[in-house]
C-alpha cells in the first residue's frame, strides 16, 4: 500500500464542520499537520465556514475512514501508483507507422504488362476529342454496308431457314396432288411460294423493330443493328411480294394466288399483332403455316379437295409440339420482347396443347386411307415416330424442364420430313385411282 501526504483535504473534507462534531483529536492533528500543509488547512476551514449549514453524516465518516489511514506521522491518503502515458505511447507509435507508410517506394510495373488506367483516369482530365468519340460509338448510327453484303442480309430479313421450311411443305403439297407430275408448274409454285414467304417475313421484322431489339434471340436482325433502313426492308418486301403473288395468280392459277395474298395478310396483319395482345396468336400462326401445302396441292390439282386439307391438318398439329417447345427455353426473351405467348403467361396450357396435338397426330395419320390420301400402310409405318413424338410431349407434359423441352423440339425438326417423306412413299398410284373411279361408275351405271 502506497502512502502519500495529505495536501488535498480540501475535496474530501469539503463538507466537514468544526463545532464539536469532530473529535478534538482530529482536530488536534490537523493542525498539527498545519506547517507542511499550511494551504490546505486553511482552504479547508474557509470552505466549512461557508457551509455551515450542512452536517456531517454517518457515511461521511465511513467514507473518511476508508479513504485515510491513520499513522504516527499524521493522517495520510491512500493513493494508486502513477500510470505511464499511455496515450502518448500510443501517439508516437501512430505517428511512426505513418511514416513508415508514407517511406514505401511506389512500384513500378514490369516490362510488358498493362497497367490499369483507373487511377490515372482520376487524376487526369479526358481530352474532349477522345469524350466525343466515347460517346459515338455507344450512340445507335445506321451501318455502311457494301453491295456485296446485300445477299446475306437479304437472306437474315426474309428468314431464309423459314422461307426454305414452307417451299418444302408447299413442295410436299404438290407432289402429294393425285395428278401427273408437272415441272413447269412445279418450279412456278415453288418459286412465288417463296416470294410470298420473303414478302410477309420482311414485313414481320418491320413491324417489330422495337420489340426485337429487347431480345437476345433477334437484336442481330438487320432492321435492329441498322444494317439497312425500314425503307429499304419495305421496297425489297414490295419487289418479292407483287411479283410473287403475280406469278401464283398468272402463272400457277387464281386460287393459288388467291391463298399466297391471304397468308401475306394473316401473318403481317393478324399474327404479328396478336403476338402483344393474346395467346390465340399461336393458332394463327398455325393456319398460317398450314396454307403453304394447300396451296402445292391446288397448284397442282387447281381445286380444294379433302387431301389438301389432311396436309394442311398434319402442318396445323405439328407446329404444336414445335413451337411451344422452342418457346418454352425463350420464355424470358419473349417476356423482354412484350410477347404473349402460352409458355410465358399460361405454362399449362402450353405442355397440355404440346401434348394434345402430337397425340392429334397419330389419328389424323390414320384418315389418309380414309381420304383415300395414302394407303393402309402409311398409318402403320408413321405410327413408331408418331409414338415418339408424343412420348417426348408426355415428358414435357410431366416435368416441363428445359432438357425434356429441347429433346421435343429437336424430334419435331426431323419428325416432320420424315411424317411427309412416308405420306408420299405411300401416296396411292394414280392407276389404283382411275380403277376404282371405272369401278364405282361401272357399279352406279349397273344399277
Not at 15 to 22: E, K, P, Y
Not at 177 to 193: E, I, K, Q, R, Y
Not at 434 to 446: F, G, I, N, P, R
Amino acid at each position: 500500500m502506497y502512502r502519500t501526504s495529505c495536501s488535498k483535504l480540501t475535496g474530501a473534507w469539503k463538507c466537514l464542520q468544526l463545532d464539536g462534531l469532530v473529535g478534538s483529536s482530529v482536530q488536534q492533528k490537523l493542525f498539527a499537520n498545519a506547517s507542511r500543509s499550511h494551504m490546505s488547512a486553511r482552504s479547508l476551514i474557509q470552505l466549512c465556514k461557508k457551509n455551515q449549514a450542512e452536517w456531517i453524516t454517518f457515511q461521511h465518516l465511513c467514507f473518511l475512514k476508508r479513504q485515510y489511514v491513520k499513522s504516527s506521522s499524521g493522517l495520510c491518503q491512500r493513493a494508486r501508483p502513477r500510470q505511464e502515458p499511455v496515450s502518448a505511447v500510443l501517439d508516437d507509435r501512430d505517428d511512426s507507422m505513418v511514416r513508415q507508410v508514407q517511406q514505401i517506394p511506389a512500384l513500378k510495373p514490369e516490362p510488358g504488362t498493362e497497367v490499369s488506367t483507373c487511377a490515372t483516369e482520376s487524376n487526369q482530365v479526358e481530352p474532349e476529342a477522345d469524350r466525343v468519340a466515347r460517346l459515338e460509338a455507344r450512340q445507335w448510327k445506321e451501318m455502311r454496308v457494301q453491295y456485296s453484303d446485300l445477299p446475306g442480309i437479304y437472306a437474315r430479313l426474309s428468314k431464309l431457314k423459314l422461307t426454305a421450311l414452307v417451299v418444302t411443305t408447299a413442295a410436299a403439297g404438290f407432289a402429294m396432288a393425285p395428278v401427273p407430275f408437272d415441272p413447269v408448274g412445279f418450279l412456278m409454285a415453288s418459286l412465288g411460294t417463296g416470294l410470298s414467304s420473303c414478302t410477309a417475313n420482311s414485313i414481320n421484322q418491320y413491324f417489330e423493330v422495337p420489340f426485337d431489339s429487347n431480345m437476345n434471340r433477334t437484336k442481330n436482325r438487320p432492321l435492329v443493328r441498322g444494317q439497312i433502313s425500314p425503307l429499304h426492308a419495305v421496297s425489297f418486301a414490295l419487289a418479292c411480294g407483287i411479283p410473287g403473288v403475280t406469278l401464283l395468280t398468272l402463272g400457277v392459277n387464281p386460287l393459288t394466288g388467291f391463298l399466297g395474298a391471304l397468308n401475306i395478310f394473316l401473318y403481317t396483319c393478324c399474327y404479328t399483332p396478336l403476338k402483344r395482345l393474346s395467346i390465340a396468336n399461336t393458332w394463327v400462326g398455325a393456319v398460317v403455316g398450314a396454307i403453304p401445302p394447300v396451296m402445292g396441292w391446288t397448284a397442282a390439282t387447281g381445286s380444294l379437295d379433302p387431301g389438301a386439307l389432311l396436309l394442311g391438318a398434319f402442318l396445323f398439329s405439328w407446329q404444336f409440339p414445335h413451337f411451344n417447345a422452342l418457346s418454352w427455353n425463350l420464355r424470358e426473351d419473349y417476356s423482354r420482347g412484350g410477347y404473349r405467348m402460352m409458355s410465358v403467361t399460361h405454362p399449362g396450357l402450353c405442355k397440355r396443347v404440346a401434348l394434345r396435338h402430337s397425340v392429334g397426330l397419330i389419328f389424323l395419320s390414320a384418315l389418309g386411307p380414309v381420304l383415300d390420301v395414302t394407303t393402309w400402310t402409311f398409318p402403320l409405318v408413321s405410327l413408331p415416330i408418331n409414338l415418339y413424338i408424343s412420348y417426348l410431349a408426355f415428358r414435357f407434359y410431366r416435368h416441363g424442364d428445359r432438357q425434356n423441352s429441347r429433346k421435343l423440339f429437336f424430334c419435331s425438326l426431323w419428325h416432320l420430313p420424315m411424317l411427309l417423306l412416308l405420306a408420299l412413299t405411300c401416296k396411292k398410284s394414280r392407276v389404283a385411282q382411275d380403277e376404282a373411279a371405272v369401278t364405282s361408275s361401272s357399279a352406279s351405271l349397273a344399277l
